[in-house]
């Protein structure tokens, strides 16, 4: 039997999982390597540093050999928006820049003078985030676009090295806010608009597309699988993440929880109304001619920089029993505000926020991540409230998967503050969805609702009721108030 291997590539860590199904028609994953990732700073910007990541996806595949697998398919997905420029020779002109470089400050307002946000999210359907490749391209060095030959979505570089072909997956070329949904090609208004040119992207494919084979030149550096065939799969992580959520019914949503939450449902058509324009909501392209249609949320990078800031010296786990310890909804904040993209110490500028909003500073680390899991469940119910009211179709039940899923006290506040029981667990859904878009592009697995059953009878799901309470209602209906108020701040 062929095996299956998910190279599942995130900000801060990239794994190799791999995947077989058993005879009872169950999913079985071992997880084969794991490696730190990361972006650096050179030369004035934040760099990743992508022939680390090549290197390790190529040891992850020797462990893979060693494992005994001699033939294998192969997915790979990674976050989304960056992009390598490609010189005419094939060879990358710089490492790529990180989404959370600084360099695209001010640019939302500076190229939509002229070109209206809301003529934009017609032909896109996508959010405004100045981390957008649309952004990154505006803000480019001219002298490296006029030697760039292609431009290359990180996961598709990642499978052009490889196997030396070029393609542009569409669920990850989706968040460039590029493509025109309509004609299903980049937009010849906004490539204008970053002095770049339809040529210089390759065709679009879409899941499930078969890239081809490893080239043997790293065979001569590398001890791999006999057969190693590389499967474009859903690139994005959250695509790949949502094919892995194992929903039930038509009235589910879904909430991605690891760096960023992603919250929203699965739809057949874009949603590009003024009301979703007005609260910037998102329509990525998914697998199978789907729509995500959600929200991006600053997520768990958050906790993750608060630990990063003590040197590590408390486990995750640690720090949310410490926050159980705290006396919760102390403070509101502003989970998605601008300071905590990016800065150079998250608990200081977490506590600087409370001091401007005059609010209760959190010093301990219990009171930190508190304040942290108190408002992004916060935010989730407040967004389940909108994404209902916008799409005018109700939602009984909320299903959270990736590393977030794992956080009791996160997922419990999430059920009461929402009002509908929550459904975790898989915190590996995105290499799941991975091998998934592989089987079902090999034959082993009909169709994705067949591969959510699959996937729903093969992994432990912890159910969350919410916990009835008067007090809840008037937690949310303050933090909305607080949002309100800020938002009129800016204005």
Known sequence: MTAHIAIDIGASSGRLILGLL??????????????????????????WRIDDIINNVLIGLEKAKKCGVDACTVGIDTWAVDYCLIDKDGNKIQDPISYRDARTEGAINQLTSDLSRSDIYKKTGIQFLELNTLYQLYCEDMDALERTDKILMVPDYIGYRLTGKMVAEVTNASTTQMLNFRQRLFDSDLLKKVNVKDSQFPKL????????EIKEEWRNHYDLPEKCKIITVATHDTASAVVGTPGRGHHWAFLSSGTWSLLGMERNVPVVSDEAFNENYTNEWGAFGTYRFLKNIMGLWLIQEIARSQDYRHHFSEMAEMASDVTPFQQYININ????????????????????????????????????????ALCYASEIKKLAQITNHPINALYIVGGGSNIDLLNQLTANLSGIPVYAGLSEATAIGNL????????????VHKAREIIGESFPIQVYHPEQNPKWEKVLADYQSFLNDEAKEII
């Open 205 to 212: 494919v879409e899941p499930g597309t078969v890239l081809g």
């Open 22 to 47: 058993s005879e009872d028609k169950k999913l079985v994953i071992r997880e084969i390597h794991r490696f730190k990732n990361g972006f650096v700073r050179n030369e004035g910007h934040d760099h």
């Open 337 to 376: 505000d601008q300071s905590f993209t990016n800065p150079g110490n998250m608990i200081q500028a977490i506590q600087n926020y409370c001091k401007k909003k005059k609010q209760k500073v959190p010093m301990t680390t219990g009171e930190l991540t508190r304040c942290i899991y108190d408002n992004l």
């Open 436 to 447: 998934m878009v592989q089987m079902i592009a090999e034959g082993d697995i009909d169709d």
